[in-house]
Antibody, heavy 120, light 107 residues
Framework: EVQLVESGGGLVQPGGSLRLSCAAS????????MDWVRQAPGKGLEWVGR??????????EYAASVKGRFTISRDDSKTSLYLQMNSLKTEDTAAYYC???????????WGLGTLVTVSS | DIQLTQSPSFLSASVGDRVTITCRAS??????LAWYQQKPGKAPNLLIY???TLQSGVPSRFSGSGSGTEFTLTISSLQPEDFATYYC?????????FGGGTKVEIK
């Protein structure tokens, strides 16, 4: 059974940093691209970024709203995806989901999400 | 960036109704579109990919159509468990984008 479990969310002050983790199981992690998607309270879905698989050199892509502040990484040996968030802003407050990315076939598995609150 | 415009943003319907949601892309995305269902407090769930392919395990009352810039999600006979918010997503080019969502509520 495919499982994605996010952790690391919490309350952080504006300008602060936080690192989210996503532990994956039930599939060959190294064979898949992985993504982060966020959802501000009461709002829609916003794609944050993508980590490509090893065969694509682990290349990353980011939304303009987070580029230069957020960094996506992965450790295939730990079947884990990470999101390092720096220079956090109040508008980064959201539930953050990791998702298995099957490219043109969509995001077929999602974690339950972890809540990040940026507030003073 | 490719903008996705969903309509309507809110829909009130009864059990058994046929429901259609539209997603318009600001430029040609071929068939690189997915649809998701999200219930309150839950993660999104993939319903349709490549515009019209039903994800495994999704009931056949859900269907998708379209290509280029105009897409539709149809629920042929709305069931109680279908009351949720629906999102389209383009997978054609970066940044990947989602539509604003369509909330389907009970009339």
């Amino acid at each position: 059974e495919v499982q994605l479990v996010e952790s690391g969310g919490g309350l952080v002050q504006p300008g602060g940093s936080l690192r989210l983790s996503c532990a994956a199981s039930g599939f060959t992690f190294s064979d898949h691209h992985m993504d982060w998607v966020r959802q501000a309270p009461g709002k829609g879905l916003e794609w944050v970024g993508r980590s490509r698989k090893k065969g694509k050199n682990y290349a990353t892509e980011y939304a303009a709203s987070v580029k230069g502040r957020f960094t996506i990484s992965r450790d295939d040996s730990k079947t884990s995806l990470y999101l390092q968030m720096n220079s956090l802003k109040t508008e980064d407050t959201a539930a953050y989901y990791c998702a298995r990315d099957s490219m043109m076939y969509g995001f077929d598995y999602w974690g339950l999400g972890t809540l990040v609150t940026v507030s003073s | 960036d490719i903008q996705l415009t969903q309509s309507p943003s809110f829909l009130s319907a009864s059990v058994g109704d046929r429901v259609t949601i539209t997603c318009r892309a600001s430029q040609d995305i071929s068939s690189n579109l997915a649809w998701y269902q999200q219930k309150p407090g839950k993660a999104p769930n993939l319903l349709i990919y490549t515009a019209s392919t039903l994800q495994s395990g999704v009931p056949s009352r859900f269907s998708g159509s379209g290509s280029g810039t105009e897409f539709t999600l149809t629920i042929s006979s709305l069931q109680p468990e279908d009351f949720a918010t629906y999102y389209c997503q383009q997978l054609n080019s970066y940044p990947l984008t989602f539509g604003g969502g369509t909330k389907v509520e009970i009339k």
